[in-house]
């Protein structure tokens, strides 16, 4: 089975402009989450989305929106692109069974660059 | 508030010694704890998993205890090789949702292998 997959791998845009990326979370698996990790920091909460709901929302200026599609993949949207939005960006995706003990999984995350 | 803290911040040991690093948290409630290994720019890939009832924990050369009623973990590593070398997160998971979602990050300590 596949694991977590996220496109594209890097990314490299200019300030004000608009970036999608996208996440393909495991086969079963109904809740996807989008962290954003700064290099030498660890990940910060960006959203949830489970059954195509969003079900949490981090400390994120209205710039991020997300969305979750039927099949349970999902695309993070940031709109007028800031320099200090260059980061790793971390899909991970669940059974939203925060009880469960296969928890959740990581992609290999996008690398988006603003210059 | 739930917080996760790491020790140390970073640490340097020589190829084939041993290290033990350090998690305590205040997160409430608990569902499961994790340890992940991060390489720079990739994502984390679980090490362990323990839940509540569960003292230790083996992957190789990879030990995780748990203390639930100090709220501690460890993460002991054995004859250490150059490709240890990483970052090492601890991970709490519950039932939070809202702005935090339900993973709750440690800082990570970064732990450099030396020939």
């Known amino acids: 089975d596949a694991g977590v997959t996220q496109s594209p791998t890097h990314l490299i845009k200019t300030r004000g402009q608009q970036v999608t990326l996208r996440c393909s979370p495991i086969?079963?698996?109904?809740?996807v989450s989008w962290y954003q990790q700064v290099l030498g920091q660890g990940p910060q909460f960006i959203f949830q989305y489970y059954e195509k709901e969003e079900r949490g929302r981090g400390n994120f200026p209205d710039r991020f929106s997300a969305r979750q599609f039927p099949n349970y993949s999902s695309e993070l949207n940031v709109n007028a692109l800031l320099l200090g939005d260059s980061a790793l960006y971390l899909c991970?995706?669940?059974?939203?069974?925060?009880?469960?003990?296969?928890?959740?999984?990581f992609g290999s995350g996008t690398r988006l660059t603003v210059v | 508030k739930n917080q996760v803290e790491q020790s140390p911040q970073s640490l340097i040991i020589l190829e084939g010694k041993n290290c033990t690093l350090q998690c305590n948290y205040t997160v409430s409630p608990f569902s499961n704890l994790r340890w992940y290994k991060q390489d720079t720019g990739r994502g984390p890939v679980s090490l362990t998993i323990?839940?509540?009832?569960?003292n230790t924990k083996s992957n190789g050369r990879y030990t995780a205890t748990l203390d639930a009623d100090t709220k501690q973990s460890s993460l002991h590593i054995t004859a250490s090789q150059l490709s240890d070398s990483a970052s090492y997160i601890c991970v709490v998971s519950g039932n939070y949702g809202g702005s935090q979602g339900n993973l709750i990050f440690g800082k990570g300590t970064k732990l450099s292998v030396k020939p």
């Open positions: 086969s079963g698996h109904k809740s």
């Open positions: 323990m839940t509540f009832s569960e």
């Open positions: 991970a995706s669940s059974l939203y069974r925060p009880q469960s003990a296969y928890g959740y999984t």
